[in-house]
T-cell receptor, first 115, second 115 residues
Framework: AQTVTQSQPEMSVQEAETVTLSCTYD???????LFWYKQPPSRQMILVIR??????QNATENRFSVNFQKAAKSFSLKISDSQLGDTAMYFC????????????FGTGTRLTIIP | EAGVAQSPRYKIIEKRQSVAFWCNPI?????LYWYQQILGQGPKLLIQ????????DSQLPKDRFSAERLKGVDSTLKIQPAKLEDSAVYLC?????????????FGPGTRLTVL
């Protein structure tokens, strides 16, 4: 079974600074997807960024980028020029590309952006 | 485009009572998911439907939980009888179809408190 570990329960950073959230995972599969989801306070969970394991290039979405290290099974999220609206719970998640296509989530990191 | 709708938003019941949650996915989405999110944890998949068929219900406590998706659109999740440990947020999500290439869109969730 796949497991996803987020070792930082809480983080805080000043507005406009850069912050990196860590995620490690364990799998014996070689084809899979990795995701970062954002869950703002009292609001719906939304997809931030997705990485396909067979792609070596790290995914980027505007101020959000990932550092995907397949051999180390590490998948960190970097948020540049952080904004107050980035305050949220961030969940790292894993999905096999074939077979059991279900999302397995980590326990989350609560990120607070300080004005 | 309307998002995933869920009702009720909040529910408080006594243990051993029954409760039902309703979900209306995004129009045209074939895949529907129910997740349980216990406080301080990431969401855990309970059941996944593809149209009106069950794809995965391996983590659904079938002695007390049931779910259906009649006509492949709306879905209901029922708990009977409820236990204290069922207190959680129940999230519904939908995607165009199965697989990591298709984004899952989440509803606002139903917060269940079992007293």
């Amino acid at each position: 079974a796949q497991t996803v570990t987020q070792s930082q329960p809480e983080m805080s950073v000043q507005e406009a600074e850069t912050v990196t959230l860590s995620c490690t995972y364990d799998t014996s599969e070689s084809n899979y997807y990795l995701f970062w989801y954002k869950q703002p306070p009292s609001r719906q969970m939304i997809l931030v960024i997705r990485q396909e394991a067979y792609k070596q290039q790290n995914a980027t979405e505007n101020r959000f980028s990932v550092n995907f290290q397949k051999a180390a099974k590490s998948f960190s999220l970097k948020i540049s020029d952080s904004q107050l609206g980035d305050t949220a719970m961030y969940f790292c998640a894993f999905m096999n590309r074939f077979g059991n296509e279900k999302l397995t989530f980590g326990t989350g990191t609560r990120l607070t952006i300080i004005p | 485009e309307a998002g995933v709708a869920q009702s009720p938003r909040y529910k408080i019941i006594e243990k051993r009572q029954s409760v039902a949650f309703w979900c209306n996915p995004i129009s045209g989405h074939a895949t529907l998911y129910w997740y349980q999110q216990i406080l301080g944890q990431g969401p855990k998949l309970l059941i996944q439907f593809q149209n009106n068929g069950v794809v995965d219900d391996s983590q659904l406590p079938k002695d007390r939980f049931s779910a259906e998706r009649l006509k492949g659109v709306d879905s209901t999740l029922k708990i009977q009888p409820a236990k204290l440990e069922d207190s959680a947020v129940y999230l519904c999500a939908s995607s165009l179809t199965r697989g990591g290439a298709y984004e899952q869109f989440f509803g606002p969730g139903t917060r269940l408190t079992v007293l």
